[in-house]
T-cell receptor
Framework: DAKTTQPPSMDCAEGRAANLPCNHS???????VYWYRQIHSQGPQYIIH???NNETNEMASLIITEDRKSSTLILPHATLRDTAVYYC??????????????FGGGTRLMVKP | ETGVTQSPTHLIKTRGQQVTLRCSSQ?????VSWYQQALGQGPQFIFQ???????GRGNFPPRFSGLQFPNYSSELNVNALELDDSALYLC?????????????????FGPGTRLTVL
């Protein structure tokens, strides 16, 4: 799976949009971009994933550049409960078993009042 | 729909002992993956079970072993515990299919088991 690069930490004001960047310049055509977050000492929580098109769900939006070499996770109105480590993961698109997740260092997002 | 559950929540063992951790997959899922997360690091893949067989393994020694049962629940066993085995152990379930058709499975994680080895 392709490697990803994320800033180690970011701050965001409560109520403002949090934009978390991820670089995946070596991504292949059959690889998805996945985002998870982990609140302190809890299991990672799935947020969203996408292949080419921008995606939105009740938690966040995922913007993928046209060349697919980078993406941005957007939390539209950050709250204190969004303080967590956010992981961007690139993963082969397959329903076959054996498809693991490779976690990097992630971005520690601190939402401040 | 029930989520992924793990037991126990916390566990303390001494060096050299053996431990068994348990995971119940989310309803409708048939695959279980196990990860180890040391303090301050991201989760590391241990292995995955599909159709009751190990299907993919990370860089972990043989003293890490597992089982998957017909109801898709799973166990992680660690023998001869070492101090460095102290970590948060995470289980994730997903739905894998043998046929193609595009798309991808999504792994959903449980709350984890915190293992401390003294």
């Amino acid at each position: 799976d392709a490697k990803t690069t994320q800033p180690p930490s970011m701050d965001c004001a409560e109520g403002r949009a949090a934009n978390l960047p991820c670089n995946h310049s070596t991504i292949s055509g059959n690889e998805y971009v996945y985002w998870y977050r982990q609140i302190h000492s809890q299991g990672p929580q799935y947020i969203i994933h996408g292949l080419k098109n921008n995606e939105t769900n009740e938690m966040a939006s995922l913007i993928i550049t046209e060349d697919r070499k980078s993406s941005t996770l957007i939390l539209p109105h950050a709250t204190l409960r969004d303080t967590a480590v956010y992981y961007c993961i690139v993963r082969v698109a397959t329903y076959n078993a054996g498809n693991m997740l490779t976690f990097g260092g992630g971005t520690r997002l601190m939402v401040k009042p | 729909e029930t989520g992924v559950t793990q037991s126990p929540t916390h566990l303390i063992k001494t060096r050299g002992q053996q431990v068994t951790l348990r995971c119940s997959s989310q309803s409708g899922h048939n695959t279980v993956s196990w990860y180890q997360q040391a303090l301050g690091q991201g989760p590391q893949f241990i292995f995955q079970y599909y159709r009751e067989e190990e299907n993919g393994r990370g860089n972990f020694p043989p003293r890490f072993s597992g089982l998957q049962f017909p109801n898709y629940s799973s166990e992680l066993n660690v023998n001869a515990l070492e101090l460095d085995d102290s970590a948060l152990y995470l289980c994730a379930s997903s739905l894998a299919r043998s046929s193609g058709g595009g798309g991808t499975d999504t792994q959903y994680f449980g709350p984890g088991t915190r293992l401390t080895v003294l």
